[in-house]
């Protein structure tokens, strides 16, 4: 069976399959991504996402989503979370304890400054996870 046609059939399931960072959904749609990248330069909603990530989550989760000793590497955990489940995990928290560690990922629904802008937040995360958006500040296409 080629790639495709297990593709197309993943996809027939409404499985939502990721190749090299594109999103095939139903009947081989390909999903548009959430950010917009141009000779290495993001759009101003990946941009703002990077800022309040900056501000809201770096803390926690280290640079540029990198992960931290403390909370897991988001652009690894994308590769694999939709944006359902991102956006739910980010809203109501997640609490996951066994007898080795407690992790826990406080809710931020009531915290503007996250809930506001959380499109913004995926779209930067997701662009960091599918390879396409490196570390550091990134420049904004509107630059010059």
């Given at each position: ?97 066994n007898t080795a560690a407690e992790n826990v990922m406080p809710p931020f629904g009531t915290v503007e400054d996250v809930m506001d ?28």
């Amino acid at each position: 069976m080629t790639w495709r046609l297990c593709l197309a059939a993943l996809a027939s399931l409404g499985v939502v399959v990721s190749v090299g960072g594109t999103a095939v959904a139903a009947a081989g749609e390909v999903e548009k991504p959430p950010y917009t990248i141009k000779d290495g330069k993001v759009d101003d909603h990946t941009y703002n996402g990077w800022r309040r990530y900056t501000e809201s989550c770096m803390r926690c989760h280290g640079p540029d989503g990198a992960g931290s000793s403390y909370a897991p590497d988001l652009t690894l955990s994308l590769k694999t979370m939709s944006e359902d489940q991102f956006k739910e995990i980010v809203v109501n928290g997640r609490q996951d304890v066994n007898t080795a560690a407690e992790n826990v990922m406080p809710p931020f629904g009531t915290v503007e400054d996250v809930m506001d802008y959380l499109d913004d937040i995926y779209a930067y995360l997701k662009a960091r996870s599918d390879g396409v958006l490196g570390r550091g500040r990134p420049q904004r296409i509107n630059e010059h």
